[in-house]
């Protein structure tokens, strides 16, 4: 693909939304995408409630091409949490673990099969104590994404992560329709969860909006919460995202 190609292709980002796009970043080219996101979350444990309230302040992923299906990533942030239990309150403040990975472009615009990708990432046991894992923790998420019209596009992840804290496996997965309101605005929404070897399913929905200042610049707004009977856990989240060069 030209430069000229590039100028006139609009961003494609892995935010705000929990799925990962398939698309990769071109060789020599590389993408910030940064954020901020607020977590409210109230939980009852032996019936003590506890209200835990997060700040990922400037949760930040680089995307560099490595070539045309292979790009490198690397993703950290500064979270805040504040913890409330029975009138005392605790704050614990610090970068979050390192993650390093690549995505992989396995099979590219097939006539009548979805684009598929994959992501192998492993959380490097750098950062704040109580936000990083003591070991490498290895991921490994699979992406099919399929353009259902010119409007709409359907994209389907499914992942594993091994938690060595825990000692436990973790999946995790998301279903994400995306439309084209405009050139320039797009909207999704999204059914996602997780669960564990131990931790029956969280279900979990969001929505958002994307604005496209540029072909290379985007600013995007979103929200979620729990759909688990009994829960609690919502956020919102705003972020701004960038290809260089232009």
Do not use: C
């Not at 309230?53 to 680089?62: E, F, G, M, W």
């Amino acid at each position: 693909m030209s430069n000229g190609q590039i100028l006139d292709t609009p961003l494609i980002t892995d935010r705000p939304d929990q799925a990962e796009s398939a698309e990769t970043i071109l060789f020599s080219y590389f993408q910030i995408e940064t954020g901020f996101l607020y977590n409210k979350n109230n939980t009852s444990v032996l019936g003590v409630n506890n209200e835990i309230k997060s700040y990922d302040i400037a949760s930040t992923l680089v995307r560099i091409g490595l070539s045309s299906r292979v790009e490198l990533r690397i993703e950290s942030g500064y979270l805040s949490e504040e913890i409330l239990t029975l009138n005392k309150k605790e704050t614990i403040s610090g970068f979050r673990s390192l993650n390093i990975g690549t995505k992989i472009r396995l099979v590219n615009n097939p006539n009548s099969a979805p684009n598929i990708s994959a992501i192998i990432n492993f959380k490097l046991p750098v950062g704040k104590n109580s936000f990083k894992p003591q070991n490498i923790e290895p991921e490994v998420i699979f992406i099919f994404a399929k353009d259902l019209s010119h409007i709409f596009t359907l994209s389907v992840n499914v992942g594993s992560e091994w938690k060595n804290t825990e000692n436990i496996l973790g999946y995790f997965f998301s279903l994400a329709l995306g439309i084209s309101l405009t050139d320039k605005i797009g909207t999704y929404i999204e059914y996602f969860g997780n669960a564990s070897t131990n931790v029956s399913l969280i279900n979990k929905f969001d929505t958002g909006f994307t604005y496209l200042i540029k072909n290379n610049i985007q600013y995007d707004v979103s929200g979620g919460l729990d759909i688990n009977t009994g829960t609690s856990d919502w956020f919102i989240s705003t972020g701004l995202s960038f290809r260089l060069p232009n």
